[in-house]
């Protein structure tokens, strides 16, 4: 099952305009990541935000995280065509002692038009 | 440094037909996840393997097996392939952690799968 939720499912904005992309989650949690997929490949992480941080930059990237309402934004800044991809959260989900897995989200679709 | 790869990049089987799927994980890298992701969905995660132990499994059924090798490279297999196993199959590795520290998983680029 899906940790939580990514809104929104579809985002198409201009070239250079900022985009933001919102995650929900619904355990608590020790630390929230963002992945990239480009066109139904791999996933490439982009940041990851401890749950005792409240925001993080890396480049153009910007996340924030609020464990009071479990809920994390990614903004890109300034969005080039080829920020053009899939988005996804995801928490880490403890298995057993020692061995761990991702729960993702479903993503937000982005399109950056030139 | 060698990243996580994947073979074969795409496969086309029919309903019934079995099928394995390879992952070679990221040098010094001990631990490998395989993930499926359906169309328009985040990943799913099906199954851990730690130092060639299954450590852990998702909500799949048991036609879902898998093997770690002793240089931690992993097999994904599946029996009797139904028309919804139709996805993208995604390993990822990382360096496990008894102790419970989570470290960064790194994806390979995926397995299409397309069952007919």
């Known amino acids: 099952s899906q940790q939580g939720e990514e809104d929104p499912q579809a985002l198409s904005i201009q070239e250079g305009e900022n985009a933001t992309m919102n995650c929900s989650y619904k355990?608590?949690?020790?630390?929230l990541q963002w992945y990239r997929q480009n066109s139904g490949r791999g996933l490439v992480h982009l940041i990851l935000i401890r749950s005792n941080e409240r925001e993080k930059h890396s480049g153009r990237l910007r996340v924030t995280l609020d464990t009071s309402k479990k809920s994390s934004s990614l903004l890109i800044t300034a969005s080039r065509a080829a920020d053009t991809a899939s988005y996804f959260c995801a928490t880490v989900d403890l298995i057993i002692q020692g061995a761990q897995k991702l729960v993702f989200g479903q993503g937000t679709r982005l399109t950056i038009n030139p | 440094e060698t990243g996580v790869t994947q073979s074969p990049t795409h496969l086309i089987k029919t309903r019934g037909q079995q099928v394995t799927l390879r992952c070679s994980s990221q040098s010094g890298h001990n631990t490998v996840s395989w993930y499926q992701q359906a169309l328009g969905q985040g990943p799913q995660f099906i199954f851990q393997y730690y130092r060639e132990e299954e450590n852990g499994r998702g909500n799949f059924p048991p036609r879902f097996s898998g093997l770690q090798f002793p240089n931690y490279s992993s097999e994904l297999n599946v029996n009797a392939l139904e028309l919804d196993d139709s996805a993208l199959y995604l390993c990822?590795?990382?360096?496990?952690?008894?102790?419970?520290?989570?470290?960064?998983?790194?994806f390979g680029p995926g397995t299409r799968l397309t069952v007919l």
């Open positions: 990822a590795s990382s360096l496990g952690d008894p102790a419970g520290a989570y470290n960064e998983q790194f």
């Open positions: 355990t608590s949690i020790n630390n």
